[in-house]
C-alpha cells in the first residue's frame, strides 16, 4: 500500500514565523500535491510538483513556497505565516501518467496565532 | 458557480437506509474520484471512474459523462460511513483535481 506521511498532525505557530510542512512518500511516485483545506471551500491546490526540483503553482500559492529536492520529498513552505493560513494541510501523490489515483496524508492542522 | 457541485451539503439518515450523494461538474474531465474522509483528516480514495458504474463492497459509483453528473451510493447503511464525502474531477489534459466542497453524512443507529 502507498504511504504518505505528512511530518505532524497537529502544529501551533506565530504570526511572522517560517514554517515547514513536510511530506514523504514511499512509492516512487512522480507526482506530488499540497492543498489546503477550509470549511466551505473545499479543498484547493496550492502547489504541485511532478519530478524533482519542478513544481508548479496550483489555484492559491500566494505566500507560499514549495522546496522537492528528492523524489520522495515535497515541503510546503510558509515564508511569514499569517492568521489567514490556519488551515488544514493535506498532500497528496501519484504516478505520473494518465488518470492516476491521488493518494493522500493523515493532513496536519496548523494554527496561526 | 463551483466548476464542481456536490448535493447535499449535509445529510443524515438512519442505519439501514439507501444513501445517494450527487456530483456535477461543468468542465471537460478525464476521470472523476470519489474520496471519504473522516474526522481527523485523513483521505481515502473510493473509487475513480470515467465511464458506467463501478461497485465495492456496499458502495456504488455511477457516472453519466453526457449529463456531466456522477453519483456516489451507499446500501444497507451504518454509522461507520459517517464521514465527508467528496467528489473531485480529473480535468482534461491536466494533472490537477477540481474539488467539490463535500457532503458530510451522518448515519444515525
Known amino acids: 500500500d502507498v504511504k504518505v506521511t505528512q511530518s505532524s498532525r497537529y502544529l501551533v505557530k506565530r504570526t511572522g514565523e517560517k514554517v515547514f510542512l513536510e511530506c514523504v512518500q514511499d512509492m516512487d511516485h512522480e507526482n506530488m500535491f499540497w492543498y489546503r483545506q477550509d470549511p466551505g471551500l473545499g479543498l484547493r491546490l496550492i502547489y504541485f510538483?511532478?519530478?524533482?526540483?519542478?513544481?508548479e503553482k496550483g489555484d492559491i500559492p500566494e505566500g507560499y513556497s514549495v522546496s522537492r529536492e528528492k523524489k520522495e520529498r515535497f515541503s510546503l513552505i510558509l515564508e511569514s505565516a499569517s492568521t489567514n493560513q490556519t488551515s488544514m494541510y493535506l498532500c497528496?501523490?501519484?504516478?505520473?501518467?494518465?488518470?492516476?489515483?491521488?493518494?493522500f496524508g493523515d493532513g496536519t492542522r496548523l494554527s496561526i496565532l | 458557480k463551483n466548476e464542481v457541485e456536490q448535493s447535499p451539503q449535509n445529510l443524515t439518515a438512519q442505519e439501514g437506509e439507501f444513501i445517494t450523494i450527487n456530483c456535477s461538474y461543468s468542465v471537460g474531465i478525464s476521470a472523476l474520484h470519489w474520496l471519504q474522509q473522516h474526522p481527523g483528516g485523513g483521505i481515502v480514495s473510493l473509487f475513480m471512474?470515467?465511464?458506467g458504474k463501478k461497485k465495492h463492497g456496499r458502495l456504488i459509483a455511477t457516472i453519466n459523462i453526457q449529463e456531466k453528473h456522477s453519483s456516489l451510493h451507499i446500501t444497507a447503511s451504518h454509522p461507520r460511513d459517517s464521514a465527508v464525502y467528496i467528489c473531485?474531477?480529473?480535468?482534461?489534459?491536466?494533472?490537477?483535481?477540481?474539488f467539490g466542497q463535500g457532503t458530510r453524512l451522518t448515519i444515525n443507529p
Open positions: 473531485a474531477a480529473k480535468i482534461q489534459g491536466a494533472q490537477k483535481l477540481v
Open positions: 497528496a501523490s501519484s504516478l505520473a501518467g494518465y488518470n492516476q489515483p491521488q493518494h
Open positions: 471512474l470515467s465511464s
Open positions: 510538483s511532478y519530478d524533482v526540483k519542478m513544481k
